[in-house]
Antibody
Framework: EVRLVQSGAEVKKPGESLKISCLAS????????IGWVRQVPGKALEYVAV????????RYNPSFQGHVTISADKSINTAYLQWSSLRASDSAMYYC??????????????WGQGTLVTVSS | EIVLTQSPGTLSLSPGERATLSCRAS???????VGWYQQKPGQAPRLLIY???SRASGIPDRFSGSGSGTDFTLTINRLEPEDSAVYYC?????????FGGGTKVEIK
């Protein structure tokens, strides 16, 4: 059974850094894309980025590129999303997600439970 | 960026009825790479349909997707109370996927 278990909720101040995680199990981590989708409460879903852990190939939504960094640690089957300087507008639920197959990285078939990030002074 | 417009915003129907949800793209979606997701309150989204018309694993055949180019439809036959949710379409035919604003389905 595929499982994506995310780190817990975070409360941060503007300008602070943050790294959230997603521990994957039940499949070969290096042979599947894994990514992040954002959802501001009450709003629609937004694609953030995906990474292929085997070679660290990354693909970003241009709206997020330069502000967030996606990474993966193959040794512990974990994907990350990090910020070096948070903004209030980063406040949202962030979902870790895995696509159906390796050829098309965006058919998001498995989802983590979500990590709520709150950025407030 | 391809913009997806979903309609209607809210659909209120009775159990056993059919729901027809529309998703219109601002430009043609390559390979008909359109997905549909169901999201219930407090839960992560669930993939229903991918490639415009293929059902994901474990999805009842009451759910079906159709369409091509710029116009796509999710049909839910024989509505059940547990179908109450927000439904999102997604396109991934461009270099950066986008989602629609969602359609809320309410069961009377």
């Amino acid at each position: 059974e595929v499982r994506l278990v995310q780190s817990g909720a975070e409360v941060k101040k503007p300008g602070e850094s943050l790294k959230i995680s997603c521990l994957a199990s039940g499949y070969t981590f290096t042979r599947s894309w894994i990514g992040w989708v954002r959802q501001v409460p009450g709003k629609a879903l937004e694609y953030v980025a995906v990474i292929y852990p085997d070679d660290s190939d990354t693909r970003y939504n241009p709206s997020f590129q330069g502000h967030v960094t996606i990474s993966a640690d193959k040794s512990i089957n974990t994907a990350y999303l990090q910020w070096s300087s948070l903004r209030a507008s980063d406040s949202a639920m962030y979902y870790c997600t895995r696509p159906l197959g390796w050829e098309v990285p965006y058919e998001f078939a498995q989802w983590g439970q979500g990590t709520l990030v709150t950025v407030s002074s | 960026e391809i913009v997806l417009t979903q309609s209607p915003g809210t659909l209120s129907l009775s159990p056993g009825e059919r729901a027809t949800l529309s998703c219109r793209a601002s430009q043609s979606v390559s390979n008909d790479y359109v997905g549909w997701y169901q999201q219930k309150p407090g839960q992560a989204p669930r993939l229903l349909i991918y490639g415009a018309s293929s059902r994901a694993s474990g999805i009842p055949d009451r759910f079906s997707g159709s369409g091509s180019g710029t116009d796509f439809t999710l049909t839910i036959n024989r509505l059940e109370p547990e179908d109450s949710a927000v439904y999102y379409c997604q396109q991934y035919g461009s270099s950066s996927p986008t989602f629609g604003g969602g359609t809320k389905v309410e069961i009377k």
